[in-house]
């Protein structure tokens, strides 16, 4: 089926390149380096432990969001410029296939960051609280969020031609979405901090990890941040497609 | 017919690119697209393939409309890009595998190897791509578009960048396959692969064809003369022939120039009547490159 | 007997009562299925019973846990935000002699001594009622294990490194 087959070759890309796994050791450095922190420091109280998960689960996240959006931005944009796109246009392989299976390639690296995540999350938060509602979370709300800068990527990359425009506003939407990680609580209460909140996928998940992990809320409350992430998703999604449906060559 | 373009117009961005393209290729015809850089020869063929929406005109490739009917054109059509495009952490063998299955095929071990052996990489078939130098990305890619055993070949300088062995293999390969029917649009800045391969040239200056046909008709109606290396055993009679012109020799290859409105064919047994001990004959393509520059420093102007 | 010795049995005696401010009484006590020796990520649990002793219905009602950790050079209040969901009761009226019952939850976040009281105060009265004091230890429990964070942070960039030198070596 040619959506497996390109999405196999788009996985293959993230693995099995040098530079694929550059990006992946990156990812698992910052986490050791992050849990590696915390071996030293062997009076953490019980709220610590939940709030490491959390930051982890937060970071896993938004580390995720970041390689998938290059992966987006890569597999449109950086084809283009290295010419590998349109031999996969001029294949009898319809537009909407080539789309589905670069999303499955984005939805490959997304699984594999999270396998990548899990074992750190085991190492820090096992004996601590909630750490399966914590990965369940993760899944969850993390999911959409990651795929969608994926998307968000791809269709950026397909709409202003070049790589680095499309990661360059690609990583400027993706701070934007993380900037409630830098505001203070007393920012995000003002009434644009609480409208921006109400709307930003990456609030929505941070929130909900807050309340499963540390407030012991369960996942199955989420429903409002779900659907935020949901949106998000389906609003990227939708842009990946246009954008790439015009795509000449 | 395998291509007709007629009175193509194109704009990208709101830019006119072409504005009255003509092109038709037939089967068993290699067809030379030059140009100078910028002229519009890639946004031909991008039309061609169906890549970009033309403002007016007609494009029709193997009898179809590639807007309206894209997979069934390139279902029976090879393409070889000038950048390529490759994966470098794959094997030519994996490669070609790949673009198999996209294309409906199950890659089969034995098609996949005739053709990695038609272009000669059978002894580098087990390496990644990312080794490969730059000629054998480009016979890479030329299996690539072999593929499906296309009755029409569009390629984008497809000896760019191999040595002279290498062009010389590529020219064999691509004469097999014209004399076998398939059509092929060469698009290259080379006059010799130009001089070698091609029956039909069309030449693209800023959105227009200023001038498409037979090379030798081309050559014959334009001021410039037709150019003839000959090989000697011994150096020619001191008699003249009106309609030839030496211009230089190493001893063994002699440059001559044949009037314009001479037909070649027809002078060839006037110099072996002559005394003339030629044992090779072959075309310099200064007589095309001089066609070549009149004609765009001409629309240039 | 000597008048100190009925002063001593008076306050003796008037200790044991249930505090009295104004018109409110609390009674604290912690729940019997408290474990014996608590450690940190246990459940604790109390049960106030806050009764109205005035002739009068007392108006307004709150009553509220407070949590305080008394180890020696560590004393400080403690912010209940992640001990306890359950952080203050209201009632609208009591009536003389009504009592209002309430349990209060805790989870044990951090190791140390604590000291949990109950307060109460009406809409009226211009006093506080407090409960007897409850202290409670929480022992400590190991939270990052070097033993499981090491071989992680260690092992997956060295395996992600190692597969990157292969395949630049096979590439």
Known sequence: MPILLIAGKEAGELLLSVRGLAWLLVFSVVLSAFSLLLVSDTELSLLDNAQVVYDMTGIATALGGLLALIVGVDTIAGERERGSLVPLLLTTVSRDGILLGKLGGIAVAWVVIYVLAAPYLWAVGSTGQNLSDGLLGLALLGTPVVLGFGFLGMGLGAWLGTARTGLLIGLIVLVLAASPLLLGPSLRQTAVGRAFDAVNPFSAAINAYDAVIIDSVSVAAQATNLAVTAAWFALALWFARASFCRIAR | ?301 | MRRWHIVVVLALILQTLPARAGDLSIELAPDAKNPPAPQMGDNLSFHSIIRSNGPATVEGVIAWLSLVQIDPGREQPVDLEDWSAHKAVTAAALDAGETLEADWPLRLIQAGTYRVVVSAANRDGVDLATSPFEDFVVREKPVVESQRVLPVALAIPILIGIAMSWRRWNA
């Not at chain 2, 673009?99 to 078939?125: C, E, H, K, N, Q």
């Not at chain 2, 698009?187 to 692969?193: A, E, I, V, Y």
Request: a negative charge.
């Open chain 2, 1 to 301: 017919m395998l291509i007709e373009i007629n009175s193509l117009r194109l704009s990208l961005s709101g830019v006119p690119i072409l504005h009255d393209v003509q092109l038709s290729l037939r089967e068993g015809e290699i067809y030379g697209l030059l140009g100078p850089n910028g002229a519009g020869k890639s946004t031909t063929i991008a039309a061609a393939l169906g890549l970009l929406v033309p403002e007016s005109g007609t494009v029709r490739v193997l009898g179809r409309d590639p807007l309206r009917e894209p997979r069934a054109v390139h279902a029976r059509l090879g393409v070889l890009t000038e950048q390529g495009g490759f994966y470098d952490w794959m094997t030519a063998e994996r490669y070609l595998g790949f673009f198999a299955r996209l294309y409906g095929g199950s890659p089969i071990a034995s098609a996949l190897g005739d053709r990695l052996a038609r272009v000669g990489l059978t002894p580098r078939r087990g390496q990644t791509i990312g080794s490969y130098s730059r000629g054998m990305r480009q016979r890479l890619g030329l299996a690539r578009a072999l593929l499906t055993d296309p009755p029409l070949l569009i390629l984008d300088e497809p000896t760019s960048g191999l040595d002279p062995r290498g062009r010389r293999d590529i020219h064999d390969i691509l004469l097999a396959l014209a004399d076998g029917g398939v059509g092929i649009l060469l698009s290259t800045h080379l006059l010799d692969d130009v001089d070698r391969l091609c029956q039909r040239i069309g030449i693209i200056v800023e959105g227009r064809t200023v001038a498409e046909g037979n090379v030798v008709d081309l050559l014959g109606a334009s001021s410039s003369p037709q150019r003839f290396r000959l090989r000697l055993t011994a150096p020619p009679p001191q008699a003249e022939i009106g309609n030839i012109t030496v211009l230089a020799s190493d001893g063994e290859w002699w440059t001559v120039d044949i009037d314009p409105a001479w037909n070649p064919e027809a002078v060839w047994p006037d110099l072996f009547c002559g005394g003339w001990p030629i044992t090779e004959i072959r075309r310099d393509s200064g007589g095309l490159e001089d066609l070549y520059l009149a004609l765009t420093e001409r629309t240039a102007a």
